[in-house]
């Protein structure tokens, strides 16, 4: 069974940096797409950043510039590192692979103070 647990979330001034981490429970090589998806109060789940196993990346607008998106094999982790916060970037986290099925964490906490 295909886990995968965010962490990092926390609260952040604006203009700080959070590392967030998605933790695969197998080799993270066997997904075709893995991806950061986040969802504000009252907002529908939008889509922040994702890297195929060829290592192409996309950033939504909003974020790009600010985030990067990577990862470690070896650990089977992948990371968004975000510098830059706004307080819109307030939201719940989701970490997402794909490989014929879709699978999702459990979400972790951002929270940008003004």
């Known amino acids: 069974q295909v886990q995968l647990v965010e962490s990092g979330g926390g609260l952040v001034q604006a203009g700080g940096s959070l590392r967030l981490s998605c933790a695969a429970s197998g080799s993270i090589l066997s997904f075709n797409v893995m991806g950061w998806y986040r969802q504000a109060p009252g907002k529908q789940r939008e889509l922040v950043a994702q890297i195929t196993s060829g290592d192409n990346t996309y950033y939504a607008g909003a974020v790009k510039g600010r985030f990067t998106i990577s990862r470690d094999n070896a650990k089977n982790t992948v990371y968004l590192q975000m510098i830059s916060l706004k307080p819109e970037d307030t939201a719940v986290y989701y970490c997402?692979?794909?490989?014929?099925?879709?699978?999702w964490g459990q979400g972790t906490q951002v929270t940008v103070s003004s």
């Open positions: 997402h692979a794909y490989s014929l099925t879709s699978y």
